[in-house]
Each structure stands twice: as C-alpha cells, then as structure tokens.
C-alpha cells in the first residue's frame, strides 16, 4: 500500500478545478440502469468509488465507453442479470442505489449488504421502508438484500430520519411505479437535485428535489440522454479549508458558490477572506486565524462531510471552538490521528473541544476513512515538518488526483511506495 508524505509550511498560491459530485455520480450511475437507449454523461469524477461503480454496471451487462477521462456513454440496453455480488457490493457504500434502480427496472434486485466508511452505524431501514412503500417485497438473506415487486405502485412515504441514501434509493424506484409517489420529510442535499435533473431529462417527472417533499409521477419508460454532472460541493470545501490551514491564496473554479454557503461562513468567521464570483470562490489567509463553533446538520446546514476537514483547521486556530456532530454517532475517530501531531482536542459523545495550538508536529498518521483521510492531508499541509499518511486509498475513493492538484498550488506533497507484508517478508530472509 502507498503512502502520502507532506511537508508542511508552503502557503497555497493559484487555482484548482473542481471536479463533479462523487455523490451525484454514484447514484447517476445506477439511474442509466432505467434508460431505454444510451446515456452520456460528463463531468463524471476520476475516482476509485466511480471504478467500482462502473465494475458492478459491467457485471450486469452494461456497455461502457470512455470518451475522455471524464465523459461516458453508458447503454443498459443489454442487462442480463439484477444481482450485485458480494466482493462488489461490499466495496462501497452506494452500491444500494442498485437496488432502487433494479427494482425500478425489472422489479428485482439482489444486492449484497453494502460496506464504504465505517464512522457510526448506518442502517438502511428507511430505504426498505420507501421500497415496501411502493409495494415491493424485501427481505434480508444471508447478508444479501433481495426485493421484488410484480408492479410497483405510487405511495405516500415519511422518513423518521432525513436520509440522503434512502431518498434518493426511492426516487431510483419511484420513477418507474405506478402512479404518484409522495415523499416527505426529505433531504434536501444538491446531488439530490442533480439527480432528480438526470431522472427528469430522461422521462421522469420528478418535482420538489431540493425541498422537504419530493412527487413523483411514475412514468412506462424512459429514454438515454446526454448530461453534465454539478461539481462537488466537498472536493470545494476541502481545497477552502487546505487554503485557510496553510495560509496563501487559492481561487477553487468550477464551482456553485451556493452550495458552498455553509463553508463559506464559517471561514470568515475564523478570519479567512472569501470572495464570491459567478462559478469560483476565493480563500485567502495570512496569519493565524481564530475559533468557530461548528454543528452538522442537513443540507443547507453545514455538511457531515467537511466535519473532520474543518476540525484540523480548528486544531491550529486562536482559542477553544467546539465541533459538534449531529448527523453520525462515530465520527470523530480521526482525533486520535490530530492528537499524534500535537493537537489538543477532547471529544465528549458528540461533541469535539478544540484548544488550538500555535503549530501541529508532522507524524506518521492515517486515514481511518475518506473525509478523516483528507482532514490528514489539511493538518499535514499546516504542520512543522514531514506527515506520512498511510491507508491512502481511502482518501482516493472521492478525490481526484489530489496529489496533482495540491502541488500545483505549491503544496510538498509526494506518494511513497510502501512494500507489501510479503515483500517486507522476503526482505528480512534476505538480511
């Protein structure tokens, strides 16, 4: 397994490209499964997670034709199979959009229990219940989700919690079922809208994504269409908050600066400049700057997933800020790594107490998941001296060619090869 070793202390001048919406394109994906014809699709992230997700649609039967690193023409015409397997379901998270898409398809679906980041349990309960809703059949065999549905029908559905994942599973169905389907108590999430936007470009009636009640009007079929995912609302937070850390002055392009409101307030509440234009924002610091508070919610609240990268941020701020986590149970596993490098930090159930220090130590960390392994690379970015992050294939799965970006903004950061634990094997005999 490879490895990123950064030294710290270089500010970031220049800009970066954002990418598109790894949480768009996993569930876009899936949705070309209910086209009748050919779907291209741009602005796709060149991500691990997106290679799984292109793996999983092969396995079923799709056609998939790269046109650039970032544009597909994906044909679902020649699907033979409604079974997700194991190995692969159990790569990721989102492999459950499989499921709402089969069943909205051919009214099966068999997918392994999915796997991804482990930060809290996240059970997919209100996903079933949206299914069940719709007259499906679901049931749990050995692991192995399997539901089934000889006509889909239009239902009113009322999620006790608001769910990113459940909402959009039901929509991936919802589209094909009879009737109109109501669906309250929503997320409101921007990959929310931009999925409702592809669904609709391809027949569907999808109305309200982006409020609390989503209608859908089940439509026969639907066809292929060309479309261009939104750029990723975290891959912009992410680079924002490198460019507060390390300090300099970074325009981050290709982004709606709507989406990133939250973000946006609370840098200038530390005492970053950040400057709204038509499709870029620009972060700049000089000097250390001063303590927030900070609390998850749903969107348009500030996200879940910027939580572990504004936390190291946090860490190196004048005062005491609190960090408090409203959406997942387990997400402050990544402190224990922010504590290697000298930070003060005490979790207390849901809630970080940040005593910043004037400067974090490099040390040898890692990624105990994807957004905690970019929160690594933030720290690593404001420490004194070398961070080793290891486990770096995490931080891969939603972020693309991060090494690349970052060092064209004058960033030290480099990947190291390490031996594998057969090759440090042969290496010792050889001693």
């Known amino acids: 397994m490879d490895k990123f070793v950064v030294v710290g202390g270089k500010r970031l001048y220049g800009s970066v490209d954002i990418s598109g919406a790894k949480n768009a394109a996993l569930a876009i994906i899936p949705a070309t499964l209910l086209a009748a014809g050919k779907c291209r699709i741009d602005n796709i992230p060149d991500i691990r997670d997106v290679r799984l997700m292109f793996n999983i649609l092969r396995n079923l039967g799709a056609e998939i034709k790269m046109l650039n690193p970032n544009s597909f023409e994906i044909d679902?015409?020649?699907?033979?199979?409604?079974?997700v397997p194991d190995a692969m379901a159990k790569k990721m998270r989102a492999s459950y959009y499989f499921i709402g898409a089969l069943l909205g398809r051919s009214g099966n679906a068999e997918v392994a229990m999915p796997g991804g980041c482990n930060f809290g349990v996240r059970p997919i309960d209100?996903?079933?219940?949206?299914?069940?809703?719709?007259?499906?059949?679901?049931?749990?065999?050995?692991?192995?989700?399997?539901?089934?549905?000889?006509?889909?029908?239009?239902?009113?559905?009322?999620?006790d919690v608001v769910s990113?994942?459940?909402?959009?599973?039901?929509?991936?169905?919802?589209?094909?079922a009879k009737g109109l389907t109501i669906i309250e108590n929503a997320a409101k999430e921007p990959h929310i809208v931009d999925l409702?936007?592809?669904?609709n470009l391809m027949g569907a009636d999808v109305r309200g994504a982006g409020t609390d009640t989503i209608k859908i009007r089940g439509v026969e079929t639907m066809h292929g269409c060309d479309y261009s995912i939104i750029p990723d609302q975290i891959e912009a937070g992410t680079y924002m908050v490198a460019a507060a850390a390390a300090g300099g002055d970074v325009a981050i392009r290709n982004v709606i600066p709507k989406h990133l409101e939250s973000i946006s307030a609370k840098l200038v509440e530390c005492g970053a400049t950040v400057e709204e234009f038509a499709d870029s924002v620009r972060v700049a610091a000089d000097g250390r700057l001063t303590k927030c508070n900070v609390k998850t919610m749903p969107h348009p609240g500030f996200p879940t997933d910027m939580q572990p990268q504004f936390a190291a941020l946090l860490a190196i701020c004048e005062g005491t800020s609190i960090v408090?986590?409203?959406?997942?149970?387990?997400?402050?596993?990544?402190?224990?790594?922010?504590?290697r490098m000298g930070a003060s930090i005490q979790v207390e159930g849901k809630a970080a107490i940040i005593e910043g220090v004037p400067y974090l130590k490099g040390a040898p960390v890692r990624a105990d998941d994807l957004r905690a392994g970019a929160a690594m690379i933030i720290a690593g970015l404001a420490a004194r001296g070398a961070t080793e992050?290891?486990?770096?294939?995490?931080?891969?799965?939603?972020?693309?060619?991060?090494?690349?970006?970052?060092?064209?903004?004058?960033a030290d950061i480099r990947r190291v090869e390490m031996p594998d634990e057969e090759s440090a094997k042969e290496d010792k005999k050889a001693i």
């Open 76 to 83: 679902t015409s020649a699907i033979r199979s409604q079974v």
């Open 389 to 410: 992050i290891e486990d770096i294939h995490l931080i891969e799965r939603g972020y693309e060619n991060i090494l690349g970006k970052l060092t064209a903004l004058g």
């Open 196 to 199: 409702a936007n592809f669904l």
């Open 126 to 159: 209100q996903h079933i219940k949206g299914f069940e809703a719709l007259g499906a059949h679901v049931r749990t065999e050995n692991a192995v989700i399997k539901a089934s549905s000889a006509e889909l029908l239009g239902g009113s559905i009322y999620f």
């Open 324 to 339: 408090s986590e409203s959406i997942w149970d387990n997400r402050f596993r990544y402190v224990e790594q922010l504590l």
């Open 164 to 176: 990113v994942g459940a909402t959009m599973n039901v929509m991936l169905a919802a589209v094909r």
